[in-house]
């Protein structure tokens, strides 16, 4: 599967953005999806995951409460609404399928996903 994220920018303080990733190649509803940050200089952190009927989601504790993670799979197309960002929210943002069915992708582990994009940057100003 191929993975094309969009929908980054540079936004204040408090601000909203919504990321999209769109799939092609194979069934995406085949397919578990998560969404990951990486901030210059760390390592690569696990934000949000869904299922893949869109029936489950899971989150990192910082980032609970202020992201929605969703998909359309008649669309081939995952989302993340980011609202009331913070500085630190400040990151590369990537996309990331697993077509595993252990569970253990939804302990939002890079190393629990198989297919990635390339990423979408994400600034947020104080």
């Known amino acids: 599967v191929q993975l094309v994220e969009s929908g980054g920018g540079s936004v204040q303080s408090g601000g909203s953005l919504r990321l999209s990733c769109i799939a092609s190649g194979k069934p995406f509803d085949d397919y578990n999806m998560g969404w990951f940050r990486q901030a210059p200089g760390q390592g690569r952190e696990g934000v949000s995951a869904i299922n893949f009927s869109g029936g489950s989601q899971f989150y990192s504790d910082s980032v609970k409460g202020r992201f929605t993670v969703s998909r359309d799979n008649a669309k081939n197309t995952l989302y993340l609404q980011m609202n009331n960002q913070k500085p630190e929210d400040s990151a590369m943002y990537y996309c990331?399928?697993?077509?595993?069915?252990?569970?253990?992708?939804?302990?939002?582990?890079?190393?629990?996903?198989?297919?990635w994009g390339q990423g979408t940057q994400v600034t947020v100003s104080s």
């Open positions: 990331a399928a697993t077509d595993s069915n252990d569970g253990s992708w939804t302990d939002l582990s890079p190393a629990s996903f198989d297919y």
